[in-house]
């Protein structure tokens, strides 16, 4: 019983909830395509359409965070602040919202 909640405890600090703002970019451009730019959001569609995965470049440190869980496409045309658990460069989404 010790072990199984010593491995809990572990696994939930290895995850933190959190709330990252910033924009949506792709897996081959990364950080220079999340500032929302005109130019940068063409990029985005065009390599999301060629194979790359969606990622979110936040506002203040621009670190890349690879997603898992909701689909995000429908807001790469506006800034987002997204809800969920980071686990390393894993953000795994639980809510997508427009930021301000």
Same mark, same amino acid.
């Given at each position: /019983?010790r =072990?199984? /909640?010593?491995? #809990? #405890? !572990?696994?939930s600090?290895l ?9 949506i970019? %792709?897996? /081959? ?9 005109a ?9 999301l359409?060629n ?13 890349? !965070?690879?997603l898992?869980?909701k689909?995000?496409k429908?807001?790469l045309d506006h800034?987002?602040k =997204?809800?969920?658990? =980071?686990?390393?460069d +894993?953000l795994?989404?639980? %809510? +997508?919202?427009?930021a301000?």
């Amino acid at each position: /019983m010790r =072990i199984v /909640m010593t491995a #809990l #405890l !572990f696994a939930s600090a290895l995850a933190s909830a959190a709330t990252v703002t910033g924009y949506i970019s %792709d897996s /081959m451009c990364g950080a220079s395509n999340g500032n929302g730019s005109a130019e940068a959001r063409t990029c985005t569609k065009d390599c999301l359409k060629n194979g790359a995965v969606p990622v979110l470049v936040s506002e203040t440190d621009k670190k890349v !965070f690879k997603l898992a869980g909701k689909d995000v496409k429908a807001h790469l045309d506006h800034k987002v602040k =997204i809800t969920g658990e =980071i686990k390393g460069d +894993v953000l795994t989404v639980a %809510d +997508v919202q427009k930021a301000e």
